[in-house]
Structures are given as C-alpha cells and as structure tokens.
C-alpha cells in the first residue's frame, strides 16, 4: 500500500528553476529586495507561457529569492518561459539604477520528482529532476539560461529554432562530484553568450577579488557632474562626472566600478567613453561586467593603487548619450560628506531643469527646496559657446549619504 502511494506521488516533469543574483547585497534595503520578489512574481503570472497553462499541469514551489516550477505538459514550456522572463526584464530594467535592476540565472531540467505534502498540506516538490535543475540554474551567472543535455536533446528535435539558440557549453562539475553537460540558450533579447564561470575560475576570481579589496572602504568627499545638452532636438548629451576619492580602509584600492544606464538603446563603444585621472591619464578599461541595451557596468585600474587617507585623489568618466527622456538620475552607493555639484549648460529651447529627491524604496519622489540657480557674474547671466544662445545653471547639496538618490529634469 505505501509502495502504490509512492508510485502515485512519482511524476516526471520539466523543471524551470529562477533566482534573482545578488538579492542578498547588504548594500539594497530589505524594501527594494521584496519589490524585486513581487516584480519577477508578477512578470512570471503575467506571462502568456504560465498564465495560459492549465493549473493542474504544473506545479509551483517558491524559494524566497525565486521559485521553481513543474511543467508537466511539454519541454517547450519552461525555456518558453524563461525567454519571455528575459524580454520583460529588459524593458523593466530600462533606465533602471544600479540598484534597482533585476538580475535572474535560470536552470531548466527534465527528470522525476515527488510530490509531497508540507506541513500545511500544500503540494511540494522533492527529488532528482528539481534538485538538479536548481544545481544546473547555481553554474550559471547574470543572465544565463541554462539547459541539460537531455531536454535541450528533446527540444533540438522538436524544431530549427531550439537549434539555433541551443547551444552547447563545456561540461561542469556540481555538487557530490558529479559531471554534468549543459546547453546555454540565448539569442537577441536573451540569454547569456558567455559560458558560465568554472568553479575553479569563480574561487579563482574572489581569491583574487579579495587579495585587492579585502576590506575597501571608499568615501567621495567631493562629487561634480557636467550635463551638457548639446542640442534640444536630438537631446544629445555629454557627462562629466568628477569623483574625488579618500580611502578609509587599511588596503589600497586598484579599481573602480562604473556604472552607465540610457534610456536608449546603445553598445558600450557608442558612448565614446573617457576616463582619466587627476594627473590626466587614461585609466584602462580592465572588464567589462555589463553590456546590455540600457545597462553598461564596467571597471577601470588605477594607475597608482590608492592607499590609506591619501588626499588629491580623484577620477573623471565622460560619455555622451541622446536623453530621450530629457533625464539625468544619480545614486549615491556611497557617502558623499563634503559636496555634490551638478552644473548643467543647456541651449535656447530648453526649460530651466527642476531636480528631485528620490525614495527608491518606493519610487516617489519631492521636489528639492534648494533648485539650480542660473550662473551669473555680478548682474549678468554666464552664457557659453559663441553667442548668449545658451544658459549655465549650478546645484550644489552637501553631506549626502548612501542610498540616496536626485534626479534632474528638464523639457
């Protein structure tokens, strides 16, 4: 009789696991870690591959930082799911900071489970086909979908399309030592074209991540950004973001993260990127972490490491970018404790900007007291360029703090 129960609860299904990476980043408040939980939840249920599925054929089990589901209807289905899952994070993360963004890895395996009842009598899920479809999704890094061999075989079969996005990587080894093989799917609009990270090169990375920067604590005593509206048709604009930096901690620091979001579509090499340092030399690009339509995230090395409380330290970023949104947003991700100054030059045609605090917590946002003033020598307004056709404004906010955020519009 157990033995008959037991065959009842045995099911083969396919199984699409999803996590969000770097959820448990102390640096994000416990308010925008649930509203990534709450978007993905309602971009999974709004999605025509879930929300189309018969309830009685797939069974849902969620992780806290995800959640795993069984299809037990075709192959098809969770990689269906998973690049519908890619292309509305692309239109959600448009624009989006550092912070808000959200980022998912995706393992998808066909296999056999049980399902079980919980303590509250709910259905779950356990055995050999989710627990390797969650081992497949943790090879993965930012932006991976990633497929067993035996279901990206079965889908290979079913059509040319799963052919040509189906591609396969090197084989990994997981948990217990076991070997496995593994597709990765992508193509425009999703997936990850570069093969996931061995475990040996990820140990590798943070081993060599955590001999540089063991404990950096970095402060921008001093912040400047130059907004340029070249032109008030196109909205193209350039940047100039100035940092100084003071070091408190006992290491020194070799690099530094920037970060880029557009609210049009570019690659890395259209923003004409430009980075220097105070003695105006050009600090290399050493990695290129994201580079995706709207999200550009990447690294430069110093030439001189930056040591312990040394002072005139500092680095320049300059790109230019159409605004179609007519937009500029900065996220403090650290301390600024003396000054933060936004000058912004803008032509004939363009209203005086306004500029905004913002909660990322929950997206409001309030007008500053303090506005930028128009730029004046005496009674007479600076202009710039050849003719009076343009008009310099300056705002200036001191003892910021992180997690803070300012917006600056215009029309």
């Not at 870690?33 to 018969?54: A, C, E, G, H, Y």
């Not at 100084?244 to 004409?272: C, F, M, Q, R, W």
Request: proline fraction near 5%; charged fraction near 25%; include cysteine.
């Amino acid at each position: 009789m157990n033995y008959a129960k037991a065959d009842f609860n045995l099911i083969r299904a396919h199984f699409f696991f999803v996590d969000i990476v770097g959820l448990s980043d102390p640096s994000v408040s416990t308010r925008i870690q649930i509203k990534k939980i709450q978007t993905l939840n309602s971009i999974v249920m709004n999605s025509t591959s879930f929300r189309f599925i018969p309830k009685d054929t797939m069974l849902v089990l969620p992780t806290g930082d995800g959640m795993a589901i069984g299809f037990l209807q075709g192959p098809e289905l969770p990689l269906n799911l998973a690049i519908e899952i890619h292309r509305k994070l692309s239109k959600y993360n448009k624009a989006k900071i550092p912070a808000e963004i959200i980022r998912v890895r995706i393992g998808i395996h066909s296999g056999a489970a049980f399902v079980v009842d919980d303590v509250l009598n709910n259905r779950n899920i356990w055995g050999p086909g989710i627990i390797l479809a969650r081992r497949i999704m943790d090879v993965g890094d930012d932006g991976h979908i990633l497929l067993s061999s035996r279901i990206s075989e079965d889908l290979r079969e079913i059509s040319d399309y799963y052919k040509q996005i189906l591609r396969p990587v090197q084989k990994y080894t997981i948990k217990h030592g076991q070997t496995i093989s593994l597709y990765s799917a992508y193509d425009k609009g999703f997936g990850n074209p570069s093969p996931p990270a061995t475990k040996s090169s990820q140990d590798k990375t943070i081993r060599e991540k955590n001999s540089k920067y063991p404990s950096a604590v970095t402060i921008y005593p001093h912040m400047e950004v130059d907004i340029t509206i070249k032109s008030s048709k196109s909205q193209l604009v350039h940047y100039r973001r100035l940092y100084e930096i003071k070091n408190t901690s006992e290491n020194p620091i070799y690099e530094v993260v920037h970060g880029i979001a557009t609210d049009v579509e570019t690659n890395l090499s259209d923003l004409g990127i430009k980075v220097y340092d105070e003695d105006n030399m050009v600090l290399p690009i050493s990695n290129i972490l994201i580079d995706k339509p709207y999200q550009k995230e990447f690294t430069t090395v110093f030439n001189r490491p930056i040591e312990k409380l040394q002072k005139g330290r500092f680095y320049v970023l300059e790109y230019q970018v159409k605004e179609k949104e007519k937009y500029f947003e900065n996220h403090f991700g650290v301390d600024c404790n003396h000054k933060f100054v936004v000058t912004i030059d803008y032509p004939k045609g363009v209203s005086h900007p306004v500029v905004y605090e913002i909660n990322l917590e929950t997206e409001s946002k309030k007008r500053c007291r303090m506005q930028p003033r128009i730029v004046t020598n005496g009674r007479r307004i600076i202009t710039t360029g050849l003719n009076s056709n343009r008009t310099k404004a300056k705002w200036v906010k001191k003892d910021i703090s992180r997690g803070q955020c300012f917006g600056f519009e215009w029309k």
